[in-house]
Every structure is written in structure tokens, then in C-alpha cells.
Nanobody, 123 residues
């Protein structure tokens, strides 16, 4: 139902910052929670962050906690991921997704995905 499009990826040096955006179309954006996942070549897809429908509740993986900040602007139908203090191990394709309920860090609980945006952190 909902269409998601990520943007904002690119090449950045270690210690730098980058902000990803996820634009949503379709029905009411504010009606569902969202999340960010990432996948590096040859590695498993991993959970990055989660945000509730109104932005009041957020969760982060241990690997990004304290460095990344998730947010959303329902009036603009957009979710963001502000990434700071980037490390080479953050290099991956980042995906935004629509939560369908259940365990927030499980990719199996998301029912709509964007095409992904590449983030590369140089070492």
C-alpha cells in the first residue's frame, strides 16, 4: 500500500555526519510506526532504529546508540535518520520500512520497504 523512497546517502569520511530521509506516499503517514535497517555486502540485514507513530518512542541498536538519531515529520510524510561520528563499519545500504506490529527489531515485522540508499564511510 504505502510507497517509501530513501535519499541522502553518499560518501563521507570517518567521523563525519549524514542525514537520510524516507519519503512516504499513500495513506496517512502518521498512522504507523517506522524503522531503519541496513545491510552490508555479505552480511545479514540488521536493525538500526525504530520510531513510534507520533515520534514519542524510539529505539536504537547498540552499535549506533548515541551516534544516530531517528525522527519524523508527519506533516511532511517523512522520516529521518541523522548519523554522526560515522565509522567504516556503518558502510551499508540503508532501508526504511513500515512496521506491522510485534517485535520492533525484527525485519519480519515490517511489511513495506524502500529501495535503499548507499552510505559509504571511508577509512
Amino acid at each position: 500500500q504505502v510507497e517509501l523512497v530513501e535519499s541522502g546517502g553518499g560518501l563521507v569520511q570517518t567521523g563525519g555526519s549524514l542525514r537520510l530521509s524516507c519519503a512516504a506516499s499513500g495513506r496517512t503517514f502518521s498512522g504507523y510506526a517506522m524503522g531503519w535497517f541496513r545491510q552490508a555486502p555479505g552480511k545479514e540485514r540488521e536493525f538500526v532504529s525504530f520510531i513510534s507513530w507520533n515520534g514519542g518512542g524510539t529505539y536504537y541498536s547498540d552499535s549506533v546508540k548515541g551516534r544516530f538519531t531517528i525522527s519524523r515529520d508527519n506533516a511532511k510524510n517523512t522520516m529521518y535518520l541523522q548519523m554522526t561520528s560515522l565509522k567504516p563499519e556503518d558502510t551499508a545500504v540503508y532501508y526504511c520500512a513500515k512496521f506491522s506490529g510485534g517485535i520492533y527489531y525484527s525485519a519480519e515485522r515490517y511489511d513495506a520497504w524502500g529501495q535503499g540508499t548507499q552510505v559509504t564511510v571511508s577509512s
